[in-house]
């Protein structure tokens, strides 16, 4: 059974930093391609960020190029979203989505989410 | 790409028919997929490639449509079904993708 368990959200100041970690099972975490993808009840569901099965490309949507870094560490079956200059439209549910298997174009599972909360 | 979702709520009985609609702002061909989510629970992966059921996915759901104009379609509404759903399109995969703001469908 795949699952995808969040963790890393908090609160945190305007222009500060978080990582947030998604901890994977039930697959081969190094065949497949994941994301992240964030909520909120005004901008509903907006995708993030992308990298791929080996780890060697990534994509990020435009609002948060040159701020967030998606990573993976394979020997912890892990996915990492590090994020830095972080402004209050930030704040939101993140949740690590999982592509099915030979494709980066919809997503086969998703995670609960962990909620970042962007504030002084 | 803008993708439009309606209605915003769909209010529609149990065994009834719902129908949810989306929009393109431009053409996406069939890359577009259907979610489902209820609430405090993770989106569910419905239908991909605009038409084809994910694994596991009853017959009562169908996905219709190409180019910009795209169709959900619960045939006999049982009362796991309400929930909102979102649409997402895919077209310039792995650099841009985008979702419907969400329909929610209610019991009436």
């Known amino acids: 059974e795949v699952q995808l368990l969040e963790s890393g959200g908090g609160l945190v100041q305007p222009g500060g930093s978080l990582r947030l970690s998604c901890a994977a099972s039930?697959?081969?975490?190094?065949?497949?391609?994941m994301s992240w993808v964030r909520q909120t009840p005004g901008k509903g569901l907006e995708w993030v960020s992308t990298?791929?099965?080996?780890?060697?490309?990534?994509y990020y949507a435009e609002s948060v190029t040159g701020r967030f870094t998606i990573s993976k560490d394979k020997s912890k079956n892990t996915l990492y979203l590090q994020m830095t200059s972080l402004r209050a439209e930030d704040t939101a549910v993140y949740s690590c989505a999982l592509y099915g298997r030979y494709q980066m174009q919809y997503f086969d599972y998703w995670g609960q989410g962990t909620l970042v909360t962007v504030s002084s | 790409i803008v993708m439009t979702q309606s209605p915003a709520t769909l209010s529609v009985s149990p065994g009834e028919r719902a129908t949810l609609s989306c929009r393109a702002s431009q053409s996406i061909r069939n890359n577009l997929a259907w979610y489902q989510q209820k609430p405090g629970q993770a989106p569910r992966l419905l239908i991909y490639g605009a038409s084809t059921r994910a694994t596991g996915i009853p017959a009562r759901f169908s996905g219709s449509g190409s180019g910009t104009e795209f169709t959900l379609t619960i045939s006999s509404l049982q009362s796991e079904d309400f929930a909102v759903y979102y649409c997402?399109?895919?077209?310039?995969?792995?650099?841009?993708?985008?979702f419907g703001q969400g329909t929610k469908l209610e019991i009436k």
């Open positions: 039930g697959f081969t975490f190094s065949n497949y391609a």
């Open positions: 997402q399109q895919y077209n310039n995969w792995p650099r841009e993708y985008t």
């Open positions: 990298i791929s099965d080996s780890g060697d490309y990534t």
